[in-house]
């Protein structure tokens, strides 16, 4: 009976940690849906979608309205109309939901969109050999203000408080230190990073 109950309890949480973001994600979507399908049934009846798709015409114009959302949000945020909203709401999404930033940035990366980053990301030169990601979080006359996360999670780790001259840093991209975060430092090539400065 031992034998038998730590496979499947771990078979069963595994279980758990999986579903746990997929309903959350399905839940969210059906949320929306309903919110949307009023709208969604009378552009269906004006164009006469029914002809076309069937039944699941209201599911697709949803879906598109979903679309067509994300990507003028997403326009409006790249040419700086929602600049310092996004600011405000990128350094809350990275206290409470750190996770979702390492997605993003791991799978947008670099793109113009993605440029309004309002921490520089770095390897910081602690010793001669000793290297850590770091963010650049604010700089001042004198100081730099930089926070140093516990991998692979950024809801921890250490603030500090760095004279200008004392510090020595290699500037890297936000995907590439979100990359050797999640990855445990793995997917940073460190001597390609140093010897580019």
């Known amino acids: 009976m031992a034998k038998f109950k730590t496979p499947s309890r771990s078979l069963i949480i595994g279980g758990l940690f999986f579903l746990t973001p997929v309903l959350f994600i399905i ?18 009846e004006a164009f006469g979608l029914h002809s076309v798709f069937g039944g699941a015409a209201v599911l697709i114009v949803c879906l598109l309205i979903i679309i067509a959302i994300c990507v003028i949000s997403g326009y409006f945020i790249q040419k700086g109309v929602f600049k310092k909203w996004s600011t405000n709401i990128e350094e809350k999404l990275f206290v409470h939901f750190p996770s979702v ?9 670099d793109q113009e969109m993605v440029i309004n980053e309002f921490w520089d990301a770095i390897i ?43 510090i020595n840093y290699y500037p890297i991209s936000m995907k590439q230190a979100m990359a050797g975060l999640y990855s445990f430092g ?4 460190i001597e390609t990073v140093i010897n580019k400065k």
């Open 124 to 166: 910081l030169e602690e010793d001669k050999d000793r290297y850590n990601i770091a963010f650049i979080t604010a700089t001042t006359d004198k100081f730099i203000t930089l926070f140093i996360p516990d991998a692979p999670r950024l809801d921890a780790g250490e603030v500090r408080y760095v004279p200008k001259e004392s």
């Open 101 to 109: 930033q390492i997605l993003k940035y791991r799978m947008i990366g």
């Open 27 to 44: 839940l969210l979507g059906t949320k929306a849906i309903a919110l949307i399908t009023p709208l969604a049934v009378k552009i269906t």
């Open 186 to 189: 793995k997917e940073i090539d």
